[in-house]
């Protein structure tokens, strides 16, 4: 989640005008993929594609992408981009709503300067677009149409590189000041173990796929014996990817087992933290991750995490997110009313 | 703060007409004193009074007391208590507003069935009374008349003998489903130290005084040197109050120095935590160590805390309560409206 300040607009809008149409496209823009959907008003996707992520590059290279897998998906729809009502993109980074452009994208090649990614895709696809911060509009997918459906408020816990939080309360998000929802540095072990962030003892130290790889190595290269990075090798992954992870599960690792268990505690302590202080009456756990694991891990998750809840006779319902692989593009698409 | 919801209503009215008197009063129903005052639609404080919560007997005993109070702070003003136009209590314990009850109130004698203090003080002191939680309370205190008037979306922090939270966001409680805001539970070592509600790790388990006392006295009779319990009987005190502690301090007391560095510590991690995750504007430190130990210790909290805190760059402000020791009964006076 971004660290500049989201305002009150939900969303970026461009200049152009909305068009009658009953599809809109998603963009779910991610460190590792591009996924694009075309829905409909009845919320049906009617087609969708999905790209890697350029990984070199810069801003307009990741925009070429976004338009060309979504001009993909509306093929599959069998209809151009300019005949949709408009695009929403979820999107990392520090998104300036006035301005429609996303800056400090960590995990997108050279992304550091304010790029306009309204403009610029709205030009290539002919449609507007608005911009949204990835996990509220996943949170917000989650909540209009997934599993917290029969729910005010709620947390949306997305796991997967890092672990980003989405907070809806009596129906409207919270933003904060634009960097509300840090649920992956809430502190769960004050001095403990350096985060990717540079912080210690932060939940994502713990439980982030990508400290998680940064462990596994260091652990590796001390001398534990791992399949984990044979399997990223065999799969022609970069990265320990949730698949690579669940796949090395599947094997009986050790390793992964013991970063796994690691990240459910962490998980438990982190989340419970967050029911303490919010009182919401559901989390969503959803995120690569979370989806790749699966309800299996919602349980441990829930198991963990209930020791920690002071007001024990009613904690939340825990539930696996239900709109799965699609679920950021879905919630993107939303930001088109 | 209670575990039971508070539901919308911010207080629980008696049947009793509004009174068109300027005059207000409030009660801080706290574990060790009861504080009374009389105060004005100006804010003045007309009258106060205050004394020992009662250590004995049961809750009609502690209704007692708080009406006898009252009538001690109404007398100072030179009026009588049914003249008022109300009575707000900010009490602990678990409220329930429409039955005007308080049950499970922790710290208070023999007091876990609910009982009706609305009804019950109503009568004694002759007009409508109003509860509710004194986190609540006193926050609004703050947000209102205190330290928080420029800000919309803050935290109150109320370190004592436990550690309270009171959530205001864009200008309104936040209670959740009535347990919000239970921020001294927040983990802040996973598996750490016992806290007093049983759970391990919590922020309170390390901060809160009463957890403080305990750890004191475990280290006290392993051997380890300090004038805490010393400095405790000579002032006739049955336990480690804020004052004993900052006696300590004064004197230079090596284990008192290190549980505050300690209880430092650990609100820096447990209050940057929810920053991360409420991104509000301000925290405002009260309570009785808060108060105690005042400037210099909020600015040692902000220094713990924004380390922890991702938005790195633009923290909340971090104030001192403004209205000290009369700030619970200032503000459970603010449920009159």
């Known amino acids: ?40 008003d009845a919320q049906t996707v009617m087609g969708q594609a999905r790209r890697p992520t350029p990984t070199k590059g810069g801003p307009q290279d990741v925009v070429d992408a976004m338009a060309e897998v979504l001009n993909a998906a509306a093929d599959a729809a069998g209809v151009t981009t300019s005949s949709l ?3 929403g993109v979820g999107s990392p980074g520090v998104i300036d709503h006035k301005a429609g452009t996303v800056a400090n994208a960590g995990n997108l090649p050279d992304w550091k300067d304010p790029f306009p990614v309204v403009s610029s895709l709205g030009g290539l696809l002919g449609t507007k677009v608005e911009v949204g911060n990835d996990v509220d509009t996943a949170t917000q997918g989650e909540f209009e149409l997934g599993a917290a459906t029969d729910y005010k408020s709620i947390l949306g816990v997305f796991w997967g590189t ?35 962030c540079g912080r210690r003892g932060c939940m994502e130290a713990y439980a982030g796929r990508m400290a998680m790889e940064i462990r ?15 399997i990223m090798e065999k799969r022609g992954r970069p990265r320990l990817t949730s698949g690579v992870w669940a796949r090395a599960m599947d ?3 050790d390793l992964a087992k013991e970063l796994l268990d690691e990240a459910v505690v962490a998980l ?37 995490m209930i020791p920690h809840i002071l007001a024990s006779d009613r904690p939340p319902a825990v539930l696996l997110g239900a709109l799965g692989d699609l679920g950021g593009a879905i919630g993107a698409s939303l930001l088109i009313k």
Chains 1, 2 share one sequence.
């Open 85 to 87: 009502r408009g695009v």
């Open 268 to 304: 438990g302590a982190g989340v419970g933290s967050c029911v303490n202080v919010l009182d919401i009456e559901a989390v969503v756990i959803g995120g690569g991750m979370g989806i790749r694991f699966g309800q299996p891990f919602v349980d441990r998750i829930e198991a963990a």
């Open 162 to 196: 890092g672990i980003g939080g989405g907070i809806i309360l009596n129906g409207k998000p919270w933003f904060g000041r634009g960097a509300a929802g840090e649920i992956g540095h809430v502190v769960i072990n004050e001095g403990g173990r350096r985060c990717t």
């Open 251 to 253: 094997h009986g690792d």
């Open 216 to 230: 596994a190595r260091k652990l590796h290269d001390d001398g534990k014996k791992t399949d984990l990075f044979k």
């Open 1 to 40: 989640m971004p660290e500049a300040p989201k305002a009150d607009q939900p969303t970026t809008r461009s200049p152009r005008p909305a068009k009658a149409s009953n599809l809109r496209g998603g963009i779910d823009l991610g460190g590792t993929k591009i996924q694009a959907i075309v829905i409909d």
